[in-house]
């Protein structure tokens, strides 16, 4: 089994809540809007992988080394990561050629600062959205998931609280 942290939309912000309950992980992703490279420099110093993509706030400090698209397979689950996604019965336009191509058994997107597990029976896979780890945008609560890859399935998901927006 492979432990995975899954946190979006930092928008800059890193705490030490964040890295605590990143923790541990084998694995930690983060699907967009970075706000700033040395985001990604804390988290590179978490875990033993790193998977992230860039959103639509982030620069080219952040473009230069986090791709538009994440489409790969970890413990036989194929998995497509981006930041503007859109969720099941809601695709955005640009998500629906990737999923019809990529026919991941995992979705995962941010942007909404919006926590989603939803399952979307009619293309077979789980969409997840971690919701907003940073402090800016209209979400109350900053949060993130935790969970596990085993033999092509997410189990153990976890949702983590880091507290109010703005404390």
């Known amino acids: 089994m492979t432990r995975i942290g899954l946190l979006s939309d930092t928008h800059g912000y890193f705490d030490e809540r964040i890295a605590h309950h990143l923790r541990g992980c084998d694995e930690i992703w ?8 040395h985001v990604v420099d804390e988290l590179l110093d978490l875990a033993p992988r790193f998977r992230g993509v860039y959103g639509n706030i982030d620069g080219t400090d952040v473009r230069r080394t986090q791709p538009l698209v994440q489409d790969f397979e970890i413990e036989g689950l194929r998995v497509l990561m981006t930041h503007i996604g859109g969720y099941p019965g ?5 998500a629906r050629p990737l999923l019809a191509n990529a026919r991941p ?10 926590l989603r597990v939803m399952p979307d029976a009619r293309l077979g896979l789980l969409h997840l959205n ?3 780890a940073g402090q800016h945008g209209f979400h109350q609560v ?4 935790r969970f ?6 997410v189990v153990d998901l976890q ?3 880091l507290g109010k927006r703005g404390h």
Do not use: M, Q
């Open 130 to 132: 971690p919701g907003a």
């Open 159 to 161: 949702v983590v609280e």
């Open 148 to 153: 596990g890859i085993d033999a092509g399935k």
């Open 142 to 145: 900053r949060t993130l998931l």
């Open 90 to 94: 809601h695709y955005a336009p640009a």
């Open 105 to 114: 058994g995992l979705f995962i997107t941010g942007h909404s600062h919006i």
């Open 30 to 37: 983060h699907a967009g809007d970075f706000g700033d490279a």
